[in-house]
């Protein structure tokens, strides 16, 4: 018996050893790098020199690090809520099996399956103020993106664009996994389809808008690609999310040390707006309708 035991434990362990060292090789060790370089001075190229709080006392009492943390959480403001929402209609009406859903559905995940560089070069392109395709339409010049109001609402729009789709299926999956009986008492009992949506959908969707939710503030916190290529972080530093401030420490001012600790931050708000979320989440997420 106790062999039976020590083999299937050797067999499970084996089984699970190339997740293991993925997790290991590309997320433990990593961090672990990242805050050994957070006390340490480094510029790409010269010696690594220990210099104790001081890079966490430098970006903590930097303003400009500040105004990122600023930026970044507008940006998250926009994008989230509004691409959560526009996901939860399109997947309603997908979900009534309309002519075309099949298409639509196609259509609506290929911005997110392309390089989000790629997406960002396009709209970079689109919206030029000179020879810009949305310009030479509107018969006008607008600085989309070196106007300091424009320029955040426009990235934020090209990343809500990119990634309806993604939250769309979600949401599709999530209302299609509704058990039709449900709908057709609620509907035999003389609920028309907002009280229906309101009473049956929304609740049977929490463990997927949770979901939605997480990602989708994890991701746009992370956002690098889109600004980098469509405004580098200006103009006036209105789109300097924390990740191009990251890069910019990181390659720019070749300062490792400071940027490390400004993963570091991002990483530990993030971390606890998850939190936040999960505590806020545990007790309404419920399958019972009574």
Same mark, same amino acid.
């Given at each position: 018996m106790a062999t039976s035991r020590v083999r299937t434990t050797v067999?499970?362990?084996?089984?699970?050893? =190339?997740?293991?060292?993925?997790?290991?090789?590309?997320?433990?060790?990593?961090?672990?790098?990242?805050?050994?370089?957070?006390?340490?001075?480094?510029?790409?190229?010269?010696?690594?020199?220990?210099?104790?709080?001081?890079? *966490?006392?430098?970006?903590?009492?930097?303003?400009?690090?500040?105004?990122?943390?600023?930026?970044t959480f507008l940006f998250v403001l926009l994008v989230v809520p509004t691409q959560t929402v526009l996901g939860l209609i399109a997947a309603t009406l997908l979900a009534r099996g309309l002519p075309g859903s099949a298409f639509?559905? &196609?259509?609506?995940?290929? =911005?997110w399956i392309c390089a989000p560089l790629a997406i960002a070069v396009l709209w970079a392109w689109i919206l030029a103020p000179t020879d810009g395709a949305l310009g030479t339409l509107l018969d006008t010049r607008i600085e989309w993106l070196t106007d300091p109001g424009l320029a955040l609402p426009v990235?934020?729009?090209?990343?809500? *664009? &990119?990634?309806?789709?993604?939250? &769309?299926?979600?949401?599709?999956?999530?209302?299609?996994?509704?058990?039709?009986?449900?709908?057709?008492?609620?509907?035999?009992?003389?609920?028309?389809? *907002?009280?229906?949506?309101?009473?049956?959908?929304? =609740?049977?969707?929490?463990? &997927?808008?949770?979901?939605?939710?997480?990602t989708g503030i994890v991701s746009a916190a992370q956002v690098f690609d889109t600004v980098y290529a469509l405004t580098g972080g200006g103009p006036q530093g209105r789109t300097d999310l924390v990740a191009h401030r990251i890069y910019a420490e990181?390659?720019?001012?070749?300062?490792?040390?400071?940027?490390?600790?400004?993963?570091?931050?991002?990483?530990?708000l993030l971390v606890g707006i998850t939190v936040v979320q999960h505590l806020y989440f545990r007790r309404r997420i419920s399958y019972d309708l009574t």
């Open positions: 067999l499970g362990y084996a089984l699970v050893a =190339p997740s293991l060292f993925g997790v290991v090789t590309f997320l433990l060790l990593p961090m672990l790098v990242v805050a050994w370089l957070s006390v340490h001075r480094w510029d790409l190229l010269g010696p690594i020199k220990y210099v104790g709080l001081d890079n *966490w006392s430098s970006v903590l009492t930097d303003s400009s690090f500040a105004t990122s943390l600023l930026v639509f559905r &196609t259509v609506y995940v290929l =911005p990235v934020s729009a090209v990343v809500i *664009w &990119t990634n309806v789709g993604y939250v &769309t299926l979600f949401f599709l999956a999530g209302i299609l996994n509704i058990p039709a009986d449900i709908h057709n008492a609620a509907r035999t009992d003389g609920a028309d389809s *907002w009280q229906r949506f309101r009473h049956i959908t929304l =609740p049977m969707l929490r463990p &997927t808008l949770f979901f939605v939710l997480v990181a390659f720019g001012a070749a300062a490792v040390g400071r940027a490390s600790v400004m993963a570091i931050v991002l990483f530990v």
